[in-house]
């Protein structure tokens, strides 16, 4: 067994940072070239210690972006317009991705339909409250309102 260091998170290994024993065939074969892993050396520590404090700075970069898009999100009501079968139950289902779309022309922000926490099925004109998760633990409450599309 040969002891290294893991220069990222392997799963079923451990978490970046961790020392750990491992057969040499696979630090050689695998850790090694794939650079999960060195050696466990000062200059290994020193490079695992840059590496933590780059990660840091582009986390905390994302938070503040993360941060900056919920402000403008916040206090978001949307009204999105769908077609029923008898005025109450929706002739299909009022997405993501229209909850999407809806958000991208209203604000102007794009984002992706797994940002979206919608109840299970929206199915029904009436009023829905969801969230916007934005990563790194920011996430913003809104309402969706559906309403009854006007006949042609």
């Given amino acids: ?32 070239p794939q650079g999960f892993a060195a050696p466990v050396t000062e200059a290994s520590k020193r490079r695992l210690a840059k590496l933590e404090a780059k990660r840091a700075e582009e986390k905390a970069a994302r ?11 916040t206090g978001l009501e949307l009204t999105v317009k769908a077609r029923t079968v008898d005025g109450t139950r929706l002739y299909g289902s009022v997405s993501a991705t229209d ?10 922000v794009k984002l992706e ?6 109840p299970d ?11 916007l998760d934005l990563g790194e633990g920011v996430s913003v409450p809104f309402k969706v309102q559906i309403v009854e599309e006007a006949a042609e």
């Fill in 1 to 32: 067994m040969v002891e290294v260091m893991l220069m990222a998170d392997v799963k079923k290994l451990g978490k970046a940072g961790a020392i750990v024993k491992v057969a040499p065939g696979y630090a050689r074969n695998m850790l090694f």
């Fill in 63 to 73: 938070k503040a972006a993360a941060e900056a898009l919920a402000t403008k999100l």
């Fill in 99 to 108: 909850i999407a779309g809806a958000i991208e022309s209203a604000r102007g």
């Fill in 113 to 118: 339909r797994n940002q979206l926490d919608l």
């Fill in 121 to 131: 099925q929206l199915k029904e004109v009436g009023s829905y409250s969801a969230k």
